[in-house]
């Protein structure tokens, strides 16, 4: 089946801009986390849904990002405000539940690169 | 807080050539899971394995291996004669039962292999 899709592919934008970013998980799939790669380094944690509910949102880095999921299926990550400091990869995954959701693994998408200038 | 070590930066080998990419992690949960993902030039994270605490036992899978010892914390990734194909970012990473579900990853290895 369709894998984790995330649009757009590449994002530019100007500092100070809103932004969006949509994921779209795999089907059946009620588990859905949001990553930021930087250049050179790994993935790195925002928030993690479960069901329509954010079940962690440790990893956002301040009140500009927030995330939702109202249906619990697509997700969309929202930037206000954006610096030049959040250029980065932004990945989106998912995972299923059965079995127990700990340590199921992580379906990844291709990402969303997004350019602040 | 946990961590993952990947100390190896970039890894150049010939084609057939075995390269072991080492991964140390550091939590004081008991409970945890260590995975290794793929990433390649286009980018997508390719999930490799995954191994829970209370499994030691070493993996094979074709041309890849992984040796987990908790003794010395580590999960390192053993590439037998690898291919061209193999050229790509290895990323280990841990989830631990105390910490949600969110992984927690190495900084990464880039593997060169050239011909």
């Known amino acids: 089946g369709a894998g984790v899709s995330q649009t757009p592919s590449n994002k530019v934008t100007e500092k100070g801009k809103y932004v969006e970013l949509r994921c779209d998980p795999i089907s059946g799939h009620t588990a859905l986390y949001w990553y930021r790669q930087s250049l050179g380094q790994g993935p790195e944690f925002l928030i993690y849904?479960?069901?329509?509910?954010?079940?962690?949102d440790s990893g956002l880095p301040n009140d500009r990002f927030f995330a939702v999921r109202p249906e619990g299926s697509v997700s969309t990550l929202k930037i206000q405000r954006t610096e030049r400091g959040d250029s980065a990869v932004y990945l989106c995954?998912?995972?299923?539940?059965?079995?127990?959701?700990?340590?199921?693994?992580?379906?990844f998408g291709p990402g969303t690169r997004l350019t602040v200038l | 807080a946990q961590k993952v070590t990947q100390a190896q930066t970039e890894i150049s080998v010939v084609e057939k050539e075995d390269v072991t990419l080492d991964c140390v992690y550091e939590?004081?949960?008991?409970?945890?899971?260590l995975f290794w993902y793929k990433q390649p030039p286009s980018g997508e994270l390719v999930f490799l394995i995954r191994r829970n605490s209370f499994d030691e036992q070493n993996e094979i899978s074709g041309r890849y291996s992984w040796n987990f010892q908790k003794s010395t914390s580590s999960f390192n990734f053993t590439i037998t004669a690898s291919q061209v194909v193999d050229s790509a970012v290895y990323f280990c990473a841990l989830i631990v039962t105390g910490g949600g579900n969110k992984l927690t990853f190495g900084t990464g290895t880039q593997l060169k292999v050239e011909l």
């Open positions: 849904f479960q069901g329509t509910g954010a079940a962690d």
């Open positions: 995954a998912s995972s299923s539940t059965s079995g127990g959701l700990k340590g199921n693994e992580q379906f």
């Open positions: 939590t004081r949960d008991t409970t945890y899971y």
